[in-house]
């Protein structure tokens, strides 16, 4: 009996051991238990009772090894599925939120198990700090440079990178499109990088904030005198995908439209985005001169304009991130824009004699058409290094423009006792090219704690043909004759060679800066259809020019307590002419106006200095600047009655004597009622210009001026949000004269729903008010003018955003297929 039992229990277990090996994962292996758990819950605030967003939840083993995680949803929602038995511990962590922990268990009776709403503290320390720092966010000011959002800025959506400049303190856009800081021509840079694309040329929803550098270090180009306006472009940093569909319409026939989709998940980031504007201006003006010193035969000359401007644009990029290694990236990016400008300008004018008497008179129509591609393309390796702050950067670009179009100008004429056989028509046709590289090496290298040093290489070449062929009709021979004298074919080579060395070090809780930026330069401009037409520079070209080549820059910053800090900034620049400034051709810019350039101008050297304070509490950041700039043969425009016919002005430049400037810029942010927004600047200054006339007579025009801006913004209940933009520019001195004061407001209303869905609209330049113009008054004439740029135009625009933080988007898309076809889904899972 015995035997028979032990026979059977030995059968019996023969058995299981072929039952097993006919298992999946049997054949005498260990068995694998079965990872079919599921736990899930909401994540929340205890006080506000809101859901967590974006926390980060993770399940680890008793071995303290992740075995899954993810990210709370907008709602709170999180689920970690697919996992095995045993006990585990749940941990959730989140900025501003003290550490959460929890024992979980998952066993045959508990395969899925609900926790309910979960409450993580707020961690009061660190709240504090997130503070601090998200009002520094809004207004940052480092030892070389001030940061302005303008991804929140409800009046630009939609728009173009000129409407996003509006609001930037110090910032102004004339009625050319002209773009100065602090009254000072102003650098384009994207990206960090130089660019022939123009701000009305980058799509606002593009930009995700403007870097405004008053006084740059030697690390960058030493002819940037009038600073720089680094536009930085969005770019995705959360992992799993996310993007943005937004559409718009408004008066003025304004359309526009974006899409953008963000993919990241190790080892590559990739973004992709697309976007089209349209718009239409009509807008007046007027043009009013007397001539003194020439009055006869005309004296007084009147000319109103009516103006019809329509744009659009197509703008694309994409980029992708390769993360070799934890401290190594390449980035592969590129930007196609495609747009076109058409202008129908049309004139009457009428010339008067010293009795009022007419004399001559008529009308003209200007038309253009403009249009033009840019392309666009980067790579960068960066590099850092176990040492903190160590970190090598290399970086090539390569921009091409090309434009193409023409100008026709058709002129109707009427005298007494004059008959002509038809209008006058000249016809302007215009193509360009343009070639833009760039290769850059920057290294950085801390010493110890409190010192480092920076140095670099840069090369930029650029090279841009032009052709302008100007015929004018003949009834004669009823056709086009060409135009020797207005017809230009230009070839312009510019080559800038770099090098820069920079020291960082804090000496008693005084940080200091200190570099030297040296530049070897080569210009050349060449009229290819006219000979002896070469025009040309070279630095340093002896060995008494050595001196010129060489840009100092030094920069002191000082914090006191938590809340202020110091800074004094000095630096040196060059202002090279360019083409335009250098060419002695003629182009006209209405019957009594023409344009022409001067051969012999040399460079402006710019001597500048900044002194800063900078407070920041809770509520309120104050930021105020002094600022002085001292320029040696300052590059001036001028014009004066031509010699040959008085009616007429020639515009040119000429070097003028030394010139100086200073001022002092303020800047306020608060928060008020904690829901209720104010940003306000006021900057006044002195302007002290001297010129020459052309004739050999030098003279002086100074005085002071100011401008303000202003933001206010409230969040009303429901996720509606109220929003007032202001400005005001008071007249300001010219080298002959002194603008009009200029002023404008703007109103937008936005409702959020989820932060998913947002619908806008706003209605810019309320009072029709936003117009420049000028009064010159000089011993040869009078005269006053004016312009505007955009019309008034009321906009509404939706914008959807989607996405998902998920750091294993295709991981676990991957595996969701492998488990639909019948395959193991088991495995970690983030």
Do not use: C
């Amino acid at each position: 009996m015995q035997k028979t039992k032990l026979n059977l229990f030995l059968l019996l277990l023969l058995s299981s051991f072929v039952a097993f090996a006919q298992m999946p994962g049997g054949g005498g292996g260990k068995m694998k238990m079965p990872s079919i758990g599921r736990i899930y819950g909401k994540v929340i605030d205890p006080k506000t009772k809101q859901a967590v967003e974006f926390a980060s939840v993770a399940l680890f083993n008793q071995k303290d090894s992740a075995i899954a995680g993810a990210l709370t949803k907008p709602n709170g929602d999180f689920s970690l599925d697919n996992l095995p038995f045993g006990m585990f511990t749940l941990r959730i962590r989140f900025i501003g939120y003290k550490a959460y922990e929890q024992k979980v268990m998952i066993n045959p009776q508990n395969i899925e198990k609900d926790l309910g709403d979960i409450k993580i503290e707020p961690d009061a320390a660190v709240l504090k700090e997130i503070e601090v720092s998200s009002e520094k966010a809004t207004m940052t000011m480092s030892i070389d440079r001030k940061v302005y959002n303008v991804d929140k800025d409800l009046s630009v959506t939609g728009g173009t990178g000129l409407d996003a400049l509006k609001n930037i303190p110090s910032v102004n856009v004339d009625a050319d499109g002209a773009v100065t800081l602090r009254n000072s021509s102003v650098q384009i840079f994207i990206d960090g990088r130089p660019t022939t694309l123009t701000m009305e040329q980058i799509p606002a929803d593009q930009i995700d904030r403007i870097e405004v550098i008053t006084n740059p270090s030697v690390k960058f180009d030493a002819n940037t005198t009038g600073g720089i306006l680094n536009v930085v472009l969005k770019k995705n940093s959360k992992p799993g995908y996310n993007g943005m569909i937004q559409a718009g319409v408004g008066t003025n026939d304004r359309y526009n439209a974006m899409a953008n989709i963000n993919i990241k998940e190790q080892p590559f980031n990739f973004s992709l985005t697309y976007s089209f504007n349209t718009g239409r201006n009509v807008n007046n003006g007027f043009t009013t001169r007397t001539n003194i010193t020439n009055p006869s035969p005309v004296k007084y000359f009147d000319q109103k304009n009516l103006t019809y401007m329509t744009h659009g644009m197509n703008m694309a990029r994409a980029s992708v991130d390769y993360y070799i290694n934890n401290r190594s990236t390449i980035t592969i990016g590129g930007n196609f824009t495609k747009g076109l400008h058409k202008t129908a300008d049309f004139q009457n004018f009428t010339s008067l004699d010293s009795n009022s008497a007419f004399v001559s008179g008529g009308g003209r129509i200007n038309e253009n058409n403009g249009y033009f591609d840019n392309y666009t393309g980067q790579i960068t390796y960066r590099k850092t290094f176990p040492k903190p702050q160590k970190e090598l950067t290399i970086d090539a670009s390569y921009n091409r423009g090309i434009t193409n179009g023409g100008y026709l100008f058709t002129t109707y004429n009427s005298a007494p006792g004059f008959t002509e056989p038809g209008p006058e028509i000249e016809k302007n046709d215009a193509d360009g090219n343009s070639h833009l590289g760039t290769f850059q090496v920057d290294f950085a290298n801390p010493l110890n704690d409190s010192s480092k040093i920076e140095f670099g290489l840069k090369s930029t070449y650029k090279q841009s043909r032009n052709t302008n062929i100007t015929s004018d009709f003949s009834y004669t021979f009823n056709d086009y004759i060409y135009d020797s004298v207005l017809s230009n074919d230009y070839l312009i080579d510019d080559l800038v060679n770099a090098a820069y060395v920079n020291y960082m070090t804090r000496v008693r809780k005084i940080n200091i800066q200190a570099g030297l930026r040296f530049e070897q330069s080569y210009y050349k401009g060449s009229v290819l259809n006219k000979p002896n037409q070469d025009f040309y520079y070279s630095y340093p070209s002896k060995s008494s020019d050595i001196f010129k080549s060489i840009f100092p820059g030094i920069y002191f910053s000082r914090k006191v307590g938590e809340a202020n800090e110091v800074q004094l900034n000095f630096s040196r620049k060059i202002n090279r002419p360019n083409f335009f400034q250098m060419m002695p051709f003629v182009m006209f810019a209405d019957r009594y106006n023409y344009r022409i350039g001067n051969p012999s101008l040399a460079p402006e050297f710019v001597n500048m200095a900044e002194l800063n304070y900078n407070f920041v509490k809770k509520n309120i950041n104050f930021l105020t600047s002094v600022y002085g700039k001292y320029t040696e043969d300052v590059i001036t425009n001028v014009a004066y009655q031509s010699p040959t016919d008085p009616t007429v002005l020639v515009n040119t430049f000429m070097n003028g004597d030394n010139s100086y400037s200073y001022g002092w810029e303020n800047t306020v942010k608060l928060t008020l009622l904690k829901n209720l927004n104010v940003t306000a600047n006021v900057t006044a200054f002195y302007l002290n210009i001297n010129y020459s006339t052309g004739t050999g007579v030098t003279l002086n025009n100074d005085g002071y001026s100011w401008e303000g801006k202003m933001t206010v913004s409230y969040k009303f209940p429901l996720d509606i949000t109220f929003q007032a933009n202001g400005g005001y520019d008071a007249p300001k001195p010219l080298a002959q004269g002194r603008t009009l004061e200029m002023y404008y407001m703007d109103l937008s209303l936005n409702k959020s729903f989820k932060q998913r869905l947002t619908f806008g609209l706003s209605l810019n330049d309320v009072f029709n008010t936003k117009r420049r113009g000028s009064h010159y008054d000089t011993p040869d004439y009078i005269q006053d003018l004016s312009r505007r740029r955009d019309s008034r135009f009321l906009k509404f625009n939706v914008t959807w955003m989607f996405g998902k933080m998920d750091a294993s988007v295709f991981k676990r898309k991957n595996q969701n297929k492998r488990g639909q076809s019948g395959e193991s889904t088991e495995g970690m899972d983030f």
